[in-house]
Structures are given as structure tokens and as C-alpha cells.
């Protein structure tokens, strides 16, 4: 049998993996980065933070080994260490869900009502797709889309939603998608849609569900190799 020592320096080992996500804006960062590979400008952006700290906070997820960086001339780059880690984060969301009493609460307090927002799930939507009677828009950023996105899918970033949803088609639904089933930006479009009355929905999680689920996607960017 192995010795007390070693033990409980294993599962210190074990320890640290849970503590670089025992942190709400570093699980941000991990979720942010299930979606691709991101410089540390953007992920201080898309956390609201400054580059300082997030750059403290994704040194802790490197340490722990759950994400890799490369340098491209003055900018550093992030991005998850394997898909297991994407899995990791999946699971540790859904059993928060499951299992953490308040949470309820504050995703509604976040994300709002969704009775009124028509889901689609992704079996329904890939057959959709098959038949060609369906337009399939991705809210999120740009360099998310480039990264991976669902094959067939038109980039219309959120920002600039309601100045371009005047160049989709107007007699065929259209479904949006975004980061996952804790993200606003295709609640916003759809609603967005809704209020200049075309047929929309938006689909049941995201983009990371559907690449796990080994639907068809497309990338526009490969990512650099390890440093």
C-alpha cells in the first residue's frame, strides 16, 4: 500500500485542477475558450476585466493544466488544453444545475424569461439544415465563428445584429445560436426578430453541444501550434 503522504499528495494533485475553476471568472474564461482559441485582450473584454487580471487567472488555469498558450509576435493566445477539459466544464455546469439550490435563481436573474422564446433542438435543426428550409445565424464573435462554427451557418456577431438581420431572407425562419445554454446573445437576436416580425427560434444550448455531439461544422482558422 502506498504511504499516507503520497496519497494525500495525489489527491492534493487533484485538488488543484478544482481550485483553478473554483473561481468565477477563471469558469468564465474556461467557457469563453470552449468556443476556440482567443487572445488576452479579448478574453479581458469578454469578462469585463483588465488584461492584468485576466492574465493572472489564465496563468492559473495553465498551471493547472487546463489551458495551453502560443505567442504570435506581441500577443499571447489562449485556449483549453484537450476537449476533456470542455467536457470538464460541461459536466461541472450541469451538475451545478442539478444540484445547486440557487442557481435556478440566478440564471433567470441573467439570462430572463425564456417562455416565449421557441427552442429548437439540434436533431430537429441538422434535419432543417438537410432540407435547406431553415437560416442558421451565429451571434457570436468573429473570431469565435472562424474557430468552428456549425457548417452552413452565417456570422452575424451581436453587435452588429440589428444593423445586418435586414440582409436575411424574410419568408424563411431563421435559427440563432450562440455559446451555449447560459448565453443571452441568441435570446437578444431572436427577440430582436420577433419584433420585426419574422418567424425565428433560437437553439437549445450551443455551439460547443453541437461540435460534441459530432455534428457537422465548419473552420475558417487553424490555431497556431504549442509553445
Same mark, same amino acid.
Given at each position: ?49 483588465? *488584461? !492584468?487580471?485576466?492574465?493572472?487567472? %489564465? @496563468?492559473?488555469? +495553465? &498551471? $493547472?493544466?487546463? =489551458? ?16 476533456? *477539459? !470542455?467536457?470538464?466544464?460541461?459536466? %461541472? @455546469?450541469?451538475? +451545478? &444545475? $442539478?444540484?445547486? =439550490? ?27 439544415? +438537410? ?97
Amino acid at each position: 500500500m502506498g504511504n499516507r503522504e503520497a496519497k494525500d499528495a495525489l489527491f492534493d494533485g487533484f485538488g488543484d485542477v478544482a481550485k483553478a475553476l473554483g473561481n468565477g471568472r477563471r469558469a468564465e474564461l474556461v467557457d469563453v475558450m470552449v468556443q476556440g482559441e482567443r487572445h488576452v485582450e479579448e478574453l479581458a473584454d469578454e469578462i469585463g476585466q483588465s *488584461v !492584468a487580471n485576466t492574465s493572472f487567472h %489564465l @496563468r492559473a488555469l +495553465a &498551471a $493547472a493544466g487546463l =489551458a495551453v498558450t502560443r505567442r504570435d509576435k506581441n500577443r499571447v493566445y489562449y485556449r483549453l488544453a484537450s476537449e476533456r *477539459v !470542455a467536457e470538464l466544464w460541461t459536466a %461541472l @455546469r450541469d451538475v +451545478a &444545475a $442539478a444540484h445547486h =439550490a440557487e442557481l435556478d435563481d440566478l440564471a433567470a436573474a441573467y439570462i430572463g424569461k425564456r417562455e416565449q422564446l421557441d427552442e429548437v433542438s439540434r436533431s430537429e435543426l441538422t434535419k432543417r439544415i +438537410a432540407v435547406g428550409d431553415v437560416i442558421v445565424v451565429d451571434v457570436r464573435p468573429a473570431a469565435e465563428f472562424a474557430a468552428g462554427h456549425i457548417a452552413g451557418a452565417r456570422s452575424i456577431p451581436a453587435d452588429r445584429f440589428a444593423k445586418e438581420l435586414r440582409t436575411l431572407p424574410a419568408d424563411v425562419e431563421i435559427v440563432a445560436y450562440c455559446r451555449g445554454p447560459y448565453c443571452v446573445l441568441a435570446d437578444e437576436a431572436v427577440r430582436l426578430l420577433r419584433r420585426r416580425g419574422r418567424t425565428a427560434r433560437r437553439l437549445a444550448d450551443g455551439f460547443p453541444e453541437w461540435r460534441h455531439a459530432r455534428l457537422p461544422i465548419e473552420t475558417v482558422v487553424v490555431s497556431g501550434p504549442t509553445v
